[in-house]
């Protein structure tokens, strides 16, 4: 895979009216990026873009409605007058559940933002990227995709879904030259993470979040997990037999 450069084409970061998403374009932006933002909020969207005039083109979207992401993809490269040669796909949210509260309206939400929001945008990007055997696409899971952590039920289950998706997708995207990569951050303080109440170990700020992001997607890395304290532990502590998985883990969040 060629890494797309400013110059092949514009980038599209979904999520950027706040936290991760919002430093990821701007800091897009500093290294030479014509970027197009998505979110729901227009007028957090264009409050960003005032910030870097004529760097940033706003296409206000919710990723749940395919006619509308179709529709927004179109009028970005329409209005950029190339096509959308990276993206970051980092909408999403997140709503604690456990066994107790489980509740299925609660699951389809997240279901619809975080897979079905994703999804709609890989099949508004997938085409135009396999014809042209171009393009790069950062997929934003996270740690807690890595295995089912406590609370997160429907999160856990949400973000190892976008690892499968884009492991799935590699096989293919590889043969035509096209780039995924599995985003998977820890904690990072944004207004997500700002309503938890429990302790979030080695919490980054956006701005670090979003240079590993970039540092990551400029190499091709496929995985791009941060902090190293907690995505080591992670991944070999979903290797380890079961009992010992849950020991651990009930142990390190005391839960
Ligand atoms: N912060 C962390 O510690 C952390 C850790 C691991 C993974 N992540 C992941 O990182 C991503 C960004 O999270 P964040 O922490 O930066 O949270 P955030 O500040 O709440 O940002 C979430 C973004 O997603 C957008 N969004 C939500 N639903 C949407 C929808 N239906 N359509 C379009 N946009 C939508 C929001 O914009 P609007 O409300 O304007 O639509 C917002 O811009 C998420 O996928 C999250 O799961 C975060």
């Given at each position: 895979m060629n890494i797309p450069k400013p110059n092949d084409g514009v980038a599209w970061v979904t999520g950027?009216?706040?936290g991760i998403g919002r430093e990821v374009a701007i800091q897009l932006v500093q290294a030479g990026w014509m970027v197009a933002v998505s979110a729901r909020r227009a007028e957090a969207l264009a409050g960003l873009a005032a910030l870097h005039p004529g760097k940033m083109i706003v296409s206000a979207m919710d990723i749940t409605d395919e006619v509308a992401v179709r529709a927004g993809v179109t009028a970005i490269e329409a209005q950029a007058?190339?096509?959308?040669?990276?993206?970051?796909?980092?909408a999403g949210t997140y709503m604690q559940d456990t066994a107790g509260g489980f509740d299925v309206a609660k699951f389809r939400a997240q279901v619809e933002v975080n897979l079905i929001g994703t999804a709609n945008c890989l099949a508004a990007l997938l085409p135009g990227m396999l014809a042209a055997k171009r393009g790069q696409i950062g997929v934003v899971s996270s740690l807690a995709g890595l295995a089912g952590l406590p609370a997160a039920v429907t999160y856990s289950t949400t973000k190892a879904g976008l690892i499968a998706m884009c492991q799935s997708l590699k096989f293919d995207l590889d043969r035509a030259g096209v780039g995924i990569s599995a985003i998977l951050p820890g904690f990072v303080k944004t207004p997500l993470t700002d309503k938890n109440a429990f302790p979030m170990p080695f919490l980054l700020e956006v701005e670090e979040a979003a240079r590993i992001i970039l540092r990551g997607l400029a190499m091709g890395r496929f995985i791009i997990a941060f902090p190293g304290g907690l995505a080591w532990p992670l991944r070999f502590l979903r290797i380890l037999p079961s009992p010992i998985f849950f020991a651990l883990v009930s142990r390190f969040t005391k839960w």
């Open positions: 950027a009216s706040s007058g190339r096509p959308i040669v990276l993206a970051v796909l980092n």
